[in-house]
Nanobody, 126 residues
Framework: QVQPVESGGGSVQAGGNLRLSCAAH????????MGWFRRALGKEREAVAS????????FYADSVKGRFTISQDNAKNMVFLQMNDLKADDTAMYYC???????????????????WGQGTQVTVSP
């Protein structure tokens, strides 16, 4: 069992930056993929970014490419999401999730992610 715990959310103005952190508690031996998802008010949850644990591959939604960067600190079982040039449309609850496996071509599918955090709110004002 893995329990992701997010932190780092907050309120910023458009153009500002935030860094989200996700601490994965529990055994990571069966986890090969960690990702960030978000849900805006009144919308469905969507994938933001993901990466392979211990690897170099990262994946991004088109809406955040060039602005967001996902990274990891394997020694601390942590994953980060650096969010730059934030826009009002980025306002959402952000969730960290862990997956035993997430194929490169469908990393964004929630079904692969078995463990989810409670979320951290990001609010971007115009």
């Amino acid at each position: 069992q893995v329990q992701p715990v997010e932190s780092g959310g907050g309120s910023v103005q458009a153009g500002g930056n935030l860094r989200l952190s996700c601490a994965a508690h529990g055994s990571m031996k069966d986890i090969n993929c960690m990702g960030w998802f978000r849900r805006a008010l009144g919308k469905e949850r969507e994938a933001v970014a993901s990466l392979y644990i211990g690897g170099d591959h990262t994946f991004y939604a088109d809406s955040v490419k060039g602005r967001f960067t996902i990274s990891q600190d394997n020694a601390k079982n942590m994953v980060f999401l650096q969010m730059n040039d934030l826009k009002a449309d980025d306002t959402a609850m952000y969730y960290c999730a862990a997956a035993p496996y997430c194929p490169a071509g469908s990393w964004y599918l929630e079904d692969y992610y078995h463990y989810w955090g409670q979320g951290t709110q990001v609010t971007v004002s115009p």
